[in-house]
């Protein structure tokens, strides 16, 4: 990069910084504003009278529908321009912050109901699963079609740090959105504002691609939450010589990667749908003013997320089944500390030490079913990678809601014991 301008040309063309960074921005736009969205959400289902299963379930639908058609809008991001599938997954995500915002202004004011209320969220909710998606597939194909191969991959790690970024800005900034003259709602408004900010950039300033160059590929990523930070998946995909079909999970190479990927994902995903709902009951705190001390746990573990990742990771230099056997105890000795939790320090201790346990077995689970096979099948093992990433998000949040029903303290008591499990079990199974 010289001169503020990424050198490489594909075709005739060349991204410069400020195109990178529109591209940048629309992904993290829609990571932060989704990471916001749970930082309130909790308070927004107490203050409306909703039981907390319900709650997690209406926020959860778009999680699936993300899963079920990221793949789809992948394969879309390649046959169609890159710039208008860019478009459509930010428009989805605008509309839909919108109208869930309006459809629980409208149930917190009572104009309605909470059962309608929940269902219209769920309803407008699965907008952005179904839509948004298509935008962190079209930014990849995007960029990968406007550098040379061999910097292909460091500049689809650069962007793809959006999403990990986008879990710390969101929390961070939803409090200052909760004003006195819209309540709980503000950051969804306001993020969707700040989403067609960036869309009418994109709109003027991005060059049209619709004839543009097809010799890069787009990638489905992760559900963006707390819980998707970079794994390397979605770059491995999008650098592959070639689009291949997955491979079976029960494929013996990557079978017990990826079954240890899964396990670490369900007590993650489980307790991430769950941390807002025990900061209320834990500390006491009415539904109007708990969004600041969420949102100061929820930033603990992103960062602490992202210092494993973008920093043990790197120096420390550990195989992919250290990560698992050293991150599986840390989480699990995290979730206990969390459980036992008796303030707010207590709760950012426990669950920033919970996420750099997190932060470590899934990269572990991810390079080890990486190295597993050769390079001609490193795109198909990175489709399976990504559905593993984003299973745990199907069943888990209700399973743990379910468990925070019958006690608080179970989701991470059980967490606690799959993550033991898993230590033991990786000791014979996965392989150095």
């Known amino acids: 990069m010289r001169n503020g301008r990424v050198r490489q040309k594909v075709g005739g063309s060349a991204l410069t910084n400020t195109q990178f960074l529109l591209l940048f921005s629309a992904m993290l736009v829609a990571a932060a504003g989704n990471t916001a969205l749970q930082s309130v959400m909790p308070a927004i289902g107490r203050e409306i009278g909703i039981a907390d299963f319900w709650v997690a379930i209406a926020y959860t639908w778009s999680a699936v529908l993300w899963v079920w058609l990221a793949p789809f809008w992948a394969e879309k991001s390649d046959h169609h321009g890159r710039k208008a599938l860019t478009l459509l997954g930010l428009a989805g995500f605008i509309v839909s912050m919108a109208l869930c915002g309006l459809a629980l202004a409208a149930g917190l004011n009572g104009w309605i109901g909470g059962v309608l209320t929940f269902v ?99 990638a489905a990523m992760s559900y963006p939450s707390l819980a998707s930070m970079i794994t390397g998946a979605s770059v491995t995909a999008a650098t592959a010589p070639k689009r291949m079909k997955r491979l079976s999970w029960r494929d013996p190479r990557v079978r017990p990667w990826i079954a240890a990927g899964v396990a ?121 990678i990504t559905s593993a990433n984003g299973i745990s998000f199907i069943a888990a949040p209700a399973i743990g809601m379910a468990l925070y029903a019958a006690d608080r303290h179970l989701p991470f008591a059980v967490g606690a014991v799959i993550l033991a499990a898993l230590f033991l079990w990786g000791r014979s199974r996965l392989r150095a």
């Not at 740090?161 to 879990?167: A, H, N, P, R």
């Not at 920093?311 to 195989?319: H, M, T, Y």
């Open 264 to 384: 670490a994902g369900h007590a993650q995903a489980a307790i991430l749908t769950c941390i807002g709902f025990f900061v209320i009951d834990r500390l006491n705190l009415q539904p109007n003013g708990a969004e600041g001390p969420i949102a100061i746990v929820m930033m603990a573990g992103a960062g602490a997320t992202l210092a494993a990742q973008w920093g043990l990771i790197p120096r420390l230099a550990l195989s992919p089944r250290s990560l698992i056997l050293w991150g599986a105890p840390i989480a699990a000795a995290g979730l206990l500390v969390t459980m036992f939790a008796t303030d707010l320090y207590d709760l950012v201790l426990g669950f920033g030490i919970a996420s750099t346990g997190f932060g470590l077995t899934r990269p572990g689970f991810t390079a080890g079913a990486s190295l597993a096979v050769p390079l001609a099948e490193q795109g198909a093992v990175a489709g399976v």
């Open 120 to 218: 219209l969220f769920g309803v407008f909710r699965a907008i952005y699963g179904g839509l948004g998606c298509a935008t962190p597939s079209a930014t990849q194909a995007y960029l990968a079609s406007r550098t040379r191969r061999s910097a292909r991959t460091s500049a689809l790690s650069a962007l793809s740090s959006s999403f990990g970024l986008g879990t710390i800005v969101g929390p961070a900034l939803a409090p200052l959105f909760v004003l006195p003259f819209i309540g709980l709602p503000g950051p969804l408004f306001a993020f969707a504002l700040i989403a067609i900010g960036v869309f009418t950039a994109i709109l003027l300033w991005l060059p049209n691609d619709a004839s543009g160059p097809r010799d890069g590929r787009g």
